[in-house]
């Protein structure tokens, strides 16, 4: 079967294609089918048992238990027997195999966990100790909405995508695009004997890099897919064409900007040579064309230029829908409602389970009832009676036997920077300013933090990156901030105020660090005077807390400025001076900002 090639945009080929590459190498891509259940799904998850006869594969459901999916005790065959019993999990019946996850958008965290574990180490790991459960995994993915999100942690794990959406039922009749088991079987056993050209990992890299993604597993994902796509077409050496499918496949649902053509971007200056101090005679025939050769062997060896092909054969192979919604899947970032993802730790019955906990019981716990049977039943030998057993009860609890749900809701911190790019600011030192934010945007890279950053000047505010996790992003566009013209502080605090509300409101915490002289003098409606824009200021600032928002203020002005100090009291924010402060002293202010947001929002 020879994977098929893009003459045109064809949902159900493209299906056909992962679904094969999956076969091929279930550990090295994992497959993510995204949209609702329906005859496509239906008819790809049983294709799918089709060309793996020999394979173990296993349904996991949304509710699995801990012991099922891990091993651990059987607690009937142990109360039957009166000895321990142990059972095997499901992760260990499936190695050699696949898992299929059910509802995999609501799935536990926990589970979730384990899951990941056996993907990344070729292990599971339960009460039995280690045992080998080299896997691949198939999501089916249902979540209409942010609200229903996949775990990003499972997510990046899961290489291949698939829009079931994108593909039509009258796609059902063209069956025989789908892959033949003896192709997989004959792709398997070649697999390994698949060579990759030295430039094409650099590619890979670099077309992710483009597309906004900062994730190195999509990149070995999507070189494990050409790889296997180059199995399926009997090639022992991955082609352009294959590092084109693997980004169509793996990078493409995943990206969030749309890099630039060739054309599009600015040339790099380039310095003059120097003329050379001794002229040397001009080469003869011959040498000059082999001269010629070796360079543009050079020129098609660059990795660069390789990159920017594949990222055309791309362009050219799907509609210009899907990169306009790449576009506005970007811009609309911060509109999004709540993804049900952030969350805060927490007892009782509110959270996500997060393992069990031995002792006394806390106002608000819940028993785990087979969780405390299955402590009791291995030392029920030495706690019955001598005598007249058959009148004792059938298993003895003690108070030490039992467990407590631990349940816990945790919550993601965004940073937000403002950045005051005004005249007064830039002649101050807004460079400096930028400095200081790198190191603090490293320091947000460290705790996992996301990061978004707002820019002020001229007439009014722009939020020129959402909340991400994208080091890379966030350094490119606060290096482009330009500096000049007037201070409207108010609205940039406004816009700080909408981004931070639109992460409570989606359950994270957000936590503002502003750099600015506190010197407005433009007021909301783009007119000037200092006397309208500091009162607007004052009146933003206490927005902040009012809505209980943590929030530094750092003082990018030569010297402190008395308005800058009472612009941070009004926001009931912690006051830095840049002079009085190295980068790491604001780091350390920014860091300490985002500790206070989590320990408040523990309760």
Request: aromatic fraction near 2%.
């Amino acid at each position: 079967m020879t994977v098929p090639e893009a003459t045109g945009y064809d949902p159900w080929s493209e299906a056909a294609s992962a679904l094969a590459i999956f076969a091929v190498d279930p550990p090295g891509t994992g497959l993510r089918l995204r949209g609702r259940s329906g005859p496509v799904r239906d008819a790809l998850l049983e294709h799918l048992a089709e060309l793996l006869p020999q394979t173990p594969l296993r349904r996991i459901p949304v509710g699995i238990d801990e012991t099922r999916l891990v091993g651990g005790l059987d607690l009937g065959a142990t109360l039957a027997a009166a000895r321990p019993v142990m059972q095997s999990g499901l992760l260990a019946e499936a190695h050699g195999g696949a898992v299929v996850i059910a509802m995999a958008e609501r799935i536990e965290r926990s589970t979730c966990a384990l899951i990941e574990a056996a993907l990344d180490t070729g292990e599971s790991f339960g009460p039995a100790g280690r045992v080998p459960a080299r896997i691949g995994a198939v999501a089916l993915d249902e979540g209409i909405d942010e609200d229903e999100a996949l775990a990003p942690s499972l997510a990046d794990r899961l290489g291949l995508v698939i829009d079931l959406d994108a593909v039509p039922m009258s796609a059902l009749s063209r069956m025989e695009l789908l892959p033949e088991h003896a192709a997989v079987a004959r792709a398997r056993r070649v697999l390994s004997d698949v060579a990759v050209p030295d430039d094409a990992f650099t590619a890979l890299v670099e077309i992710a890099a483009g597309f906004g993604i900062d994730s190195l597993r999509a990149v070995l994902a999507a070189l494990r897919t050409a790889r296997a796509a180059a199995a399926l077409d009997g090639r022992t050496m991955v082609t352009q064409a294959d590092l084109g499918l693997a980004a169509r496949l793996v990078l493409l649902p995943r990206a969030v900007t749309v890099p630039q053509s060739p054309d599009e971007r600015e040339p790099e200056p380039q310095e003059p040579e120097p003329a050379p101090e001794n002229p040397v005679e001009e080469p003869e025939s011959g040498s000059q064309e082999n001269d010629t050769t070796d360079s543009d062997d050079s020129e098609n060896d660059d990795p660069g230029s390789l990159a920017d092909a594949v990222v055309e054969a791309v362009r050219a192979v799907l509609p210009p829908e899907v990169f306009a919604a790449i576009r506005d899947r970007a811009k609309g970032a911060i509109k999004s409602g709540a993804r049900g993802r952030g969350d805060m730790p927490a007892s009782g019955r509110r959270g996500r389970p997060a393992g069990l906990r031995q002792g006394r019981q806390r106002p608000g716990e819940r028993l785990a009832v087979l969780a405390t049977l299955r402590a009791a039943a291995p030392r029920q030998a030495l706690r019955r009676p001598a005598v007249d057993a058959e009148a004792s009860p059938l298993i003895r609890v003690r108070p030490e036997d039992f467990r407590f749900v631990r349940r816990k809701i945790r919550r993601r911190v965004a940073t937000i920077f403002v950045v005051d790019a005004s005249g007064s600011a830039a002649l101050h030192r807004l460079a400096e300013a930028k400095g200081a934010v790198e190191l603090m945007l490293a320091e947000c890279y460290v705790r996992r933090d996301e990061v978004a950053l707002i820019a002020f000047r001229g007439p009014g505010a722009e939020t020129l990156l959402p909340p991400t996790r994208s080091l890379a992003r966030a350094k490119r566009a606060l290096g482009a901030i330009p500096g000049g013209g007037g201070t409207p502080l108010a609205s940039g605090l406004d816009e700080a105020l909408k981004v931070a509300a639109a992460v409570r409101k989606r359950g994270d915490t957000p936590v503002v660090i502003l750099l600015t002289d506190g010197q407005a003098n433009v007021a909301r409606d783009g007119r000037g005077g200092r006397a309208i824009a500091g009162e607007e200021a004052l009146a933003a600032a206490s927005g902040f807390r009012r809505d209980g928002f943590d929030a530094v203020l750092i003082d990018t002005a030569p010297r402190p400025q008395p308005r800058a100090r009472e612009i941070a009291t009004a926001m009931g924010a912690r006051y830095v001076a840049l002079p009085q402060a190295d980068a790491g002293r604001m780091a350390q202010a920014a860091s300490a900002a985002a500790r206070s947001a989590r320990l408040r929002s523990t309760g």
